[in-house]
């Protein structure tokens, strides 16, 4: 079991920059692979990166590619999401999520694989 909890949201101006964090409980950390998502109102919640469980490899959303880099420090149990360059667009809901234990070195870009989600940090771009 693991569970997830971010931080580091709040209120920015369009140009600006943030650093979420996600903190995880439990042993394993580096067992699981981990994304960011994020749910603006009104919309699905969609995919905005992923790291993978001990090499790193990541992947991003085409929207935040060039402005957004994830990374972990698994001897600290958390990811981050250092996000530059903010747009109002990127207003909305962010949660991290973990998908595992696993072994393998994956990189998940949809929602369904995820097996646990945190609660959300809140971000609000303003123009």
């Known amino acids: 079991q693991v569970q997830l909890e971010e931080s580091g949201g709040g209120l920015v101006q369009a140009g600006g920059s943030l650093r979420l964090s996600c903190a995880a409980s439990?042993?394993?950390?580096?067992?699981?692979?981990m994304g960011w998502f994020r749910q603006a109102p009104g919309k699905e919640r969609e995919f905005v990166a992923a790291i993978s469980r001990s090499v790193g490899n990541t992947y991003y959303a085409s929207s935040v590619k060039g402005r957004f880099t994830i990374s972990r420090d698994n001897a600290k149990n958390t990811i981050y999401l250092q996000m530059s360059s903010l747009k109002p667009e990127d207003t909305a809901i962010y949660y991290c999520?973990?998908?595992?234990?696993?072994?393998?070195?994956?990189?998940?870009?949809?929602?369904?694989?995820?097996?646990?989600w945190g609660q959300g940090t809140q971000v609000t771009v303003s123009s």
């Open positions: 439990g042993r394993t950390f580096s067992s699981y692979a």
């Open positions: 999520a973990a998908h595992g234990p696993t072994f393998l070195e994956i990189v998940l870009t949809t929602r369904q694989p995820y097996n646990f």
